[in-house]
């Protein structure tokens, strides 16, 4: 097996493009006003699909790095509590956050000291791989629910003035 070539595959796959959507195209030019609208039909707000998003990873990111780490409960505990209510910075922290944790799986990923197929200590029989395709393929699947949403908002493709 080529090391090299499996971590930077899961880099590319963490941060989409090529065939997925990166986190900055999904929310790119969403008007503040869209944020917490939910379009007909049943669909979550972009806001409450942000936050789970930020939620989750971050229990996965937690859970393969903290033997102690206790999960939010489930499944309320991976939905923002207020989904109608979003203060002025709290969806700011809400990207921010997302990016950073993400920025810390890459981190481990790149990790040569780290046998990404090799159970981590505490983890109940899952590896380091599995969390990780954990997080990409659960990131990928919302990040096109949130594309979903921006259509039937009317708000996709992001519009934007070229710089």
Known sequence: MNDAALRENL?????????????????????PE???RRPPGGLHSIWELLEHMRIAQEDILRYTLDPSWVSPP?????WPANPDSL??????????????????????VRNPEVD?????????????????????????????QIVDVRKALGAWPAQHSPS
């Open 11 to 31: 880099v590319e796959l963490l941060r989409g493009g090529s065939a997925h959507l990166t986190p900055e195209q999904a929310f790119a030019h969403l008007p």
């Open 34 to 36: 869209l944020r917490t």
């Open 74 to 78: 489930f499944p309320d505990g991976y």
């Open 87 to 108: 203060p002025d910075d709290a969806w700011e922290r809400s990207l921010a956050q997302f990016q950073s944790d993400l920025d810390e799986i890459i981190a481990l």
């Open 116 to 144: 990404l197929t090799a159970e981590i200590p505490h983890g109940e029989g899952r590896t380091y791989l599995r969390e990780i395709l954990l997080v990409a393929d659960h990131n990928a699947y919302h990040l096109g």
